[in-house]
């Protein structure tokens, strides 16, 4: 079935870096804008980041614009988020999520990966 | 940016009872409303789509509605299995996509 699987989360000071990665099985990965949400513990869903097919389209939440940066690895059906300058309020699940037509409707979502900035 | 705003940001009913979320976008959205469902511990699934089009394999006691600015989220037979928070999120104007607040939903 289609799957999305996130990983690298941890514990990272702030000021530091980290890079999740999102696995994704049992669709044609290729075709499909993807997107990074995250959630603050006990808050809402912020959107973060989403990448085109061809990864000619990006964009940024104004919150990570110039600290973040998400690629794709069609090759290895691969989504991933490259976290720099890491701050306390970056602290969040991460979850990525397929944009399922091309029209900001997201679905699937991954299980998420927790991120935790602190010193 | 649209803002969305969703209330009540909480509230308990009963099972049985009919049950309704207003999502207010602070400009016009068109139908561009999505409803996500998120469970304890879980990752938000997909409810409503387009304002009013039920996503598949989401059971019939979930209905959306509205156009423009105001839009609702009802359960018309509350369950205990939908405890739950629901969002709301606009696609109308990208980017920044953005998301309500969240309604969490508790069985009394």
């Known amino acids: 079935q289609e799957q999305l699987v996130e990983s690298g989360g941890g514990l990272v000071k702030p000021g530091g870096s980290l890079r999740l990665s999102c696995a994704a099985s049992?669709?044609?990965?290729?075709?499909?804008?993807m997107t990074w949400i995250r959630q603050a513990p006990g808050k809402g869903l912020e959107w973060v980041s989403y990448?085109?097919?061809?990864?000619?389209?990006?964009h940024y939440a104004d919150s990570v614009k110039g600290r973040f940066t998400i690629s794709r690895d069609d090759a290895k059906n691969s989504l991933y988020l490259q976290m720099n300058s890491l701050r306390a309020e970056d602290t969040a699940v991460y979850y990525c999520?397929?944009?399922?037509?091309?029209?900001?409707?997201?679905?699937?979502w991954g299980q998420g990966t927790l991120v935790t900035v602190s010193s | 940016d649209i803002q969305m705003t969703q209330s009540p940001s909480s509230l308990s009913a009963s099972v049985g009872d009919r049950v309704t979320i207003t999502c207010r976008a602070s400009?016009?959205?068109?139908?561009?409303l999505n409803w996500y469902q998120q469970k304890p511990g879980k990752a938000p699934k997909v409810l409503i789509h387009?304002?009013?089009s039920l996503q598949s394999g989401v059971p019939s006691r979930f209905s959306g509605s509205g156009s423009g600015t105001d839009f609702n989220l009802t359960i018309s037979s509350l369950q205990p299995e939908d405890l739950a928070t629901y969002y709301c999120?606009?696609?109308?104007?990208?980017?920044?996509?953005?998301f309500g607040g969240g309604t969490k939903v508790e069985i009394k």
């Open positions: 999520a397929r944009d399922s037509g091309g029209n900001y409707l997201f679905d699937p």
């Open positions: 049992g669709f044609s990965f290729s075709g499909y804008f």
């Open positions: 990448i085109s097919g061809t990864s000619g389209y990006i």
């Open positions: 400009q016009y959205i068109s139908n561009y």
């Open positions: 387009a304002a009013s």
């Open positions: 999120q606009q696609s109308y104007t990208t980017p920044p996509l953005t």
